[in-house]
DNA sequence: TTGATTTATTGGAACGTTCCATTTAATAGG
DNA sequence: CCTATTAAATGGAACGTTCCAATAAATCAA
């Protein structure tokens, strides 16, 4: 317990018998230190059980050495995957990263941000709260301080934006379903308040367009981009004269709530219905049956981001380029075999 | 961009025609300000963009209001979970908590506890990495910063901890498992460096002496505390002369593995073999079958250790009580209905 | 009026670093 | 030997806050 008043550069001089400058040298590993010196000052630092106070350093210097990432859920295993990426970027830097969560709430991400900047940051990756309004970065980008987004995008924002190609992963994923032989498809979940939404969904349109499926044969349901979303999604697509036979999910866990509905209704997913999910999380390859799901190499992207801001940070700028990660679609089982002419068993097919 | 010299309060003071001393007193609220120069003040504030140095008020303070988490793996929902809760008793103290992950490495967590002592941190709640050495915080407790651990705890600490029954709850699951019916029953997963395991075993241990399980009868498999670790010890089990007709399983990741692996053996989970979980996760409600697990209330001991940590912050002291949270079996399907003589077909629901 | 009290405001000395400009010691060049 | 040069160590002035003690202005008691 005890421990009086904390140990300081000064008790470290004394202690060592040098004078404050030269503990500061060492600590900073310069060069300018006789080796001999360093060791007795290092020895002192033992000693005392002397704490380094950064707060003071950066005082002086105004070059922080924190960095933030900021992430809007981190119960989604999709984005702690991704935050696991950045970290390990971070951490081969030398730099412990201070992650935030703002439960998707931009009430929230505005006290995290300002808490951030308190703290002096040096620059910040994040995945924006939904919801979030364009303004909310001025302070951020006003200050100077950089920051990428990731995953995410702000509608009108000139901060640089490290994301999936979403377009051409829904695009990839629709044109296999319809290769499967489905006509009748889907998009299940997620909400337009998202650019990603418009962007997954723009893929979907396209294909669809481009593989001659009439419009009133393409169904888009918005829904929550949760299970019970994908759950709820399912439940009223199925309640329609003319159900869908196929769903491209917002992302993996609406699709899970759809195989889970597919499921309890008795049907079989793939042979059924097919599914195809979005992100490709760990849990994917493990589902039963193993979910198809266009992989957007999470953890990767949030390396890339990672690097961007370091680069950022490095060379005092606070713009980048944007960055738009290549995307493949994993078949699993969950689009069961080809569709022939007319649906297998199971109920209600295609019209 | 632009930006020139970040604005101090010393430029509000000059902007709003008061000295630095009103424009502090204004910023910590102070009463002793007219309300007018306060909103005067606040203007400038506004107008020039400033942005508060909590480094520097610290250096003079000494009183920081940073509350570290440090978890050992955020990718793991069940601690995701936890952080959660501990994150919504801070937020609504009106503190920003940081969050780092140690990945489940002590070398990490070491960076990780030194980093946060630099910044000065208030009080820490952690969970430490698995393999921790005794004196991994011996330098945060010399400092006299609080620490409590949650979920896990260290063999030899003074350090106070937050976590669930363990005893009580791997009792709980293993007198449900025999009152199905079972007499051969296994501990599948997890490994013997966390003490938690020892909990677990010894409720597991504990139950089958008390309910007259032989020895012999009881199987223990250690093994990763993950999907595959539960793959794993299933396929090992079931190699044997006489396999055990159920498992309690350390954690539900594992349980997760053991439902895969009799799926992909054609074995209905529940009615041919019988499965208890331990945390409840989220997930465990969705599966398929729906897994029958131990429930900890993680967001609530996330939540009681927030608490206790604030509690400690605001009386400065170091100590404080150990906290050992109730725990309750839901019971699900991944048990089956009871066992008769000999196991019974079909997978009807619990009698 | 005078002094005492209250209310608002302010200067200045910390806080623990860094880093520039010096000083001191050691080495080399002649 | 003296003077340059280099190497090693040092003092002191910042950095942006807080907070104590002090002041100034306003109110009150006589």
Redesign the interface.
């Known amino acids: 317990?005890?421990?009086r008043a904390?140990a300081t550069i000064l008790d470290i001089a004394r202690e060592a018998g040098v004078s404050k400058s030269t503990v500061s040298l060492v600590l900073q590993g310069s060069r300018l230190i006789r080796p001999e010196t360093a060791l007795k000052v290092r020895k002192a630092i033992e000693d005392v059980?002397y704490?380094?106070?950064?707060?003071?350093a950066?005082?002086r210097k105004?070059h922080?050495n924190?960095i933030g990432m900021v992430i809007n859920d981190?119960?989604n295993?999709f984005f702690?995957?991704m935050?696991?990426g950045m970290?390990r970027v971070f951490?081969s830097a030398g730099i412990?990263?201070?992650?935030?969560?703002t439960?998707e709430s931009p009430v929230?991400q505005e006290?995290?941000l300002k808490?951030?900047?308190?703290?002096?940051v040096a620059g910040l990756v994040v995945s924006p709260a939904r919801g979030t309004t364009p303004g909310a970065f001025r302070?951020l980008?006003?200050?100077?301080v950089p920051v990428v987004f990731v995953m995410r995008r702000l509608p009108e924002s000139r901060i640089p934006v490290i994301t999936p190609d979403n377009h051409r992963g829904a695009y990839l994923a629709t044109a296999h379903l319809i290769g499967k032989g489905h006509r009748r498809l889907a998009f299940f979940g997620g909400s337009s308040d998202l650019v990603v939404y418009h962007e997954r969904l723009g893929g979907f349109r396209a294909a669809c367009e481009a593989f001659g499926i009439a419009p009133a044969d393409r169904l888009v349901f918005e829904g929550e981009t949760s299970?019970k979303g994908g759950i709820a999604c399912l439940e009223t697509a199925l309640a329609m004269a003319a159900p869908p036979t196929a769903a491209l999910c917002f992302n993996d866990a609406v699709a899970?709530g759809v195989l889970?509905a597919l499921?309890k209704r008795g049907l079989e997913p793939g042979a059924d219905f097919a599914v195809v999910g979005f992100d490709d999380v760990a849990e994917a390859e493990?589902y039963?049956p193993a979910l198809t799901s266009v992989a957007v190499n999470t953890a990767g992207l949030g390396e890339r981001a990672a690097h961007v801001v370091l680069k950022m940070i490095q060379s005092r700028t606070?713009r980048a380029e944007d960055h738009i990660g290549a995307v493949n679609l994993v078949v699993r089982e969950s689009c069961g075999p080809d569709r022939k002419e007319h649906g297998c068993a199971g109920m209600g097919d295609a019209a």
């Open positions: 317990m005890a421990s904390k059980g704490v380094y106070n950064r707060g003071a950066n005082l105004a922080s924190v981190l119960t295993p702690a995957e935050a696991v970290e951490q412990v990263p201070f992650i935030a969560n439960a929230r006290e995290v808490s951030l900047m308190e703290q002096g302070r980008e006003t200050a100077g299970r899970f889970l499921r493990h039963m606070t």
